[in-house]
């Protein structure tokens, strides 16, 4: 009988963390150099995970984080005792991204904070991504509504009501098309995470290996 060969099965494009068991720490690998969208609704923990990213060798030299929210406070000490924030709203948008479009023409990797909301963003990315050869990836909090009003709460910032829904609305979409495994265009992977599992996660941008090839990732390490 001829022998046959097996390819290995192809990593799923979709990696769902929602509800790891243990309480071990994780590690969500993806290649250096890379673009990672973290989508979520506001107060969910976007901004503390990101903050745990490192590039090769553990630097963070090597990861460029994008955050509207680093923006606005810089904007709010400058203007926040003199004006309301509504009126200097655009210029901390139009410097936010000013500072992705500046972040996306580098060879480092990008972690980019996303409410979900705004969906040119992601094709803004896309096509990003088209032009580099290589597709971005999305990290997507799945988050009860209450559990992110209550992280607005602990900030002491929050959405109006009105935005808080229209954030509802768009991530409810963006989340049934993962779980169906129907990516936006331009992406490759993406990793679903809830509030549990993300206060036990690092984010790690690594150089892939014969090992670990770029097809692999993102991969999960627990540690």
Do not use: N
């Not at 929210?69 to 904007?75: L, S, T, Y």
């Not at 509030?195 to 770029?214: G, I, K, N, S, Y």
């Amino acid at each position: 009988m001829m022998d046959q060969t097996v390819a290995d099965p192809a990593p799923p494009r979709v990696r769902d963390l929602r509800g790891e068991p243990g309480d071990r720490l994780l590690s969500l690998c993806w290649p250096a150099g890379h673009r990672v969208v973290v989508s979520g609704l506001p107060g969910c923990g976007k901004s503390t995970l990101m903050r745990r990213a490192h590039g090769p060798g553990g630097a963070r030299a090597g990861v460029r984080t994008i955050d509207s929210q680093d923006v606005r406070e810089r904007w709010d000490v400058r203007l926040g005792h003199r004006l309301p924030y509504a009126v200097y709203r655009p210029l901390v948008r139009l410097a936010h991204y000013l500072r992705l479009w500046l972040a996306l023409r580098r060879d480092a990797a990008v972690l980019v904070h996303d409410c979900g909301r705004l969906g040119w963003v992601r094709a803004w990315l896309a096509w990003h991504a088209w032009r580099r050869g290589e597709p971005y990836h999305l990290l997507l909090f799945d988050v009860p509504a209450e559990s992110a009003l209550a992280g607005q709460r602990r900030r002491g910032r929050s959405v109006s009501r009105y935005a808080f829904r229209r954030h509802r609305r768009a991530l409810a979409r963006l989340l049934a098309r993962v779980e169906g495994e129907r990516l936006p265009a331009g992406c490759g992977s993406a990793v679903l995470i809830d509030a549990p599992t993300a206060a036990r996660a690092r984010l790690r941008f690594v150089v892939p290996d014969e090992m670990t090839p770029v097809e692999a990732f993102p991969r999960v390490d627990r540690l």
